[in-house]
C-alpha cells in the first residue's frame, strides 16, 4: 500500500536525452544528500528522523498529547510557515469534516492554529471562542521572538494564566531550540512542559519533529504510523537506490526537465478537499527551498473540481508555462450513490445509481486528457488511502524530492536568505530598538509612494 508516481504525461514535453541527464544527475544529488556532502549539510537532520526519532521523546510526546487531550476543549497550536504548515496539512488530510474525532470513545479537543497572521479580527474571536472552555497551546518557535507567534502567544498566554490560575503552566507545552532562546528561557523560568526542535532541522522540514508530531498526538492521530509510513520511503531513497526504485529521484528529474523546457509554474492539483492543506505546506517547501539565485519553479495549489470553475480556463488555454502535478486518492472512506429523480429536470438521471466517487474520477481523467491536449503536461502522485500511513509516506516523498530537486538546480534548498527582507523593514517601520534611522527612511519613502 505505497504511494506511486507516474510521469507518462510528461513524456511528450520533454527532450528525452535531456531527461535521462537529469535522471542520472538525480541519482547523484539523492546521494550527496544522503551522505551529507551537497549546499545545507548543516541541515539534514531531517533525512533520517523516520527511522531513528527518540523512543523515550515518542513517549514523552504521546503521554503529553494524552493530558491537553484529557483536560482541554481547545488546543491551539501557534506557529507559522513551517512551525504549523505541516501539522495543520495533516490534521485536515486526516480529520472528518463535520466533526472533532473518528473515534466517538476518545474524543479529541478541538486543535485550532495562531501565529500564523497579524489579523487582529482573528485573534479577538478567538478569544471570544475561548468562552467557557478549558484552553490549552502548543507554541513551536526555535527562538521565540519571531513576531506573528510571539505575539498570539503572548495573547494566549495571558488568557491561560487569567482563567487557569495554578493550573496554567500545565496547559502550556513549547517546542523550541534545546539550550538558547527566549522561549526556552520562560519555559525553564515558569516551569512548561518542552519538547526540542534539532539544530540540523529547518522549519519546514519539521514535521517528523515534535513541532509537527505533538499536535497531532493532540488530534488523537497515529504519529507513529506517520513515522511508520515516512520511514519506508525512507529506505526506498538510500545513497545508493537505483532510480528506476526512487520515486523522489524520478519526481525531481521530471520537474527539473519540465521547467528547463519552460514550465515555470507548478500547480498542485487535489481533487479531495482534504487535501487542501498539503497544498499550502508544499507550497511553502519548494518555494523557500528552490526560488533563489534567480532560479526556481514558482509553486501553486488548487482545488479541483472547484477551481475548474474559476482557473481552469486559464490552465486550459492561458501561457503555456504551467505543468501539473496531481494528488489522487485510490479509495475513499464513504460511498454514497447519486439518486434517481422521476422527472429529471436537471438532465442526471445518466448519472443515476454512479458513487459520487466514480464522478470525481471521471472527471479527473477527463481533466488529464484535456490538459494534456491543451498543453499542459501532467505528473500524477497516487496515494492508496488517506490514513496516517499514507501520509507519511507523502510528505517524506515530497521533502526528499525538495531536496534533489533544489540540488539539481544548483541552489541551497536548506536556507531562506530572502525571507529576512521584510522581517527587517517591518521590525524599522515598527520602531523596534536599534532601527529607528532605518524606520525614518523607509517612512519617508512609504511617503513618496
Known amino acids: 500500500m505505497n504511494i506511486r508516481l507516474n510521469i507518462a504525461g510528461t513524456q511528450s514535453f520533454v527532450d528525452r536525452a535531456m531527461l535521462n541527464e537529469l535522471s542520472e544527475k538525480a541519482v547523484i544529488a539523492n546521494r550527496a544528500l544522503c551522505e551529507g556532502t551537497g549546499k545545507g549539510s548543516d541541515f539534514l537532520g531531517w533525512l533520517t528522523l523516520p527511522s531513528t526519532l527518540d523512543k523515550t521523546e515518542l513517549l514523552k510526546l504521546n503521554e503529553v498529547g494524552q493530558r491537553l487531550r484529557a483536560n482541554s476543549d481547545v488546543v491551539v497550536a501557534i506557529g507559522i510557515g513551517g512551525s504549523y504548515l505541516g501539522a495543520r496539512a495533516v490534521k ?14 476518545a474524543p479529541c479537543p478541538e486543535l485550532i492554529f495562531a501565529g500564523h ?93 515534535p513541532a509537527g508530531l505533538l499536535p497531532l498526538a493532540v488530534a488523537g492521530l497515529n504519529v507513529e504510523e506517520l513515522l511508520r509510513g515516512a520511514a519506508d520511503v525512507e529506505k526506498l531513497s538510500t545513497p545508493d537506490a537505483a532510480f528506476e526504485q526512487n520515486i523522489c529521484a524520478q519526481y525531481a528529474a521530471a520537474r527539473n526537465a519540465l521547467y528547463k523546457s519552460g514550465k515555470k509554474i507548478e500547480i498542485l492539483a487535489n481533487y479531495n478537499p482534504r ?9 511553502q517547501l519548494f518555494g523557500e527551498s528552490e526560488g533563489k539565485e534567480n532560479k526556481g519553479i514558482f509553486p501553486a495549489g488548487v482545488d479541483f473540481t472547484s477551481d475548474l470553475h474559476s482557473l481552469g480556463q486559464y490552465i486550459q488555454e492561458g501561457e ?84 534533489i530537486s533544489g540540488y539539481l538546480l544548483d541552489v541551497n534548498p536548506f536556507d531562506q536568505p530572502g525571507v529576512e527582507a521584510y522581517k527587517r523593514n517591518m521590525f524599522a517601520l515598527l520602531g523596534k530598538p536599534g532601527f529607528e534611522a532605518e524606520g525614518a527612511k523607509l517612512k519617508n519613502r512609504l511617503a513618496a509612494l
Open 117 to 209: 497572521h497579524l489579523d487582529g479580527d482573528y485573534l479577538c474571536e478567538m478569544l471570544e471562542h475561548f468562552d467557557g472552555k478549558r484552553v490549552s497551546c502548543i507554541v513551536v518557535s526555535k527562538s521565540g521572538t519571531t513576531t506573528e507567534p510571539a505575539v498570539a502567544f503572548r495573547i494566549v498566554k495571558r488568557y491561560i494564566e487569567s482563567h487557569s490560575g495554578d493550573d496554567a503552566k500545565h496547559r502550556i507545552v513549547a517546542v523550541t531550540d534545546a539550550e538558547r532562546g527566549a522561549l526556552r528561557s520562560m519555559a525553564a523560568r515558569e516551569g512548561f512542559d518542552t519538547f526540542a526542535i534539532p539544530d540540523n532541522v529547518g522549519g519546514r522540514f519539521s514535521l517528523f519533529t
Open 275 to 283: 487535501l487542501h492543506f498539503v497544498a499550502e505546506w508544499w507550497k
Open 92 to 105: 485536515e488530510a486526516l480529520s472528518p469534516f463535520f466533526k472533532r474525532s473518528y473515534n466517538a470513545d
Open 320 to 403: 503555456r508555462t504551467l505543468f501539473e502535478t496531481v494528488l489522487s486518492v485510490d479509495k475513499q472512506r464513504r460511498t454514497l450513490e447519486i439518486p434517481a429523480d422521476d422527472k429529471d429536470l436537471d438532465s442526471l438521471n445518466y448519472l443515476a445509481g454512479k458513487r459520487i466517487d466514480e464522478v470525481n474520477r471521471q472527471a479527473a481523467e477527463g481533466t488529464l486528457l484535456a490538459h494534456i491536449d491543451g498543453g499542459v503536461p501532467n505528473i500524477r502522485v497516487e496515494i492508496p488511502e488517506l490514513n496516517e500511513y499514507c501520509i507519511g509516506q507523502l510528505v517524506y516523498f515530497f521533502e526528499k524530492s525538495c531536496g
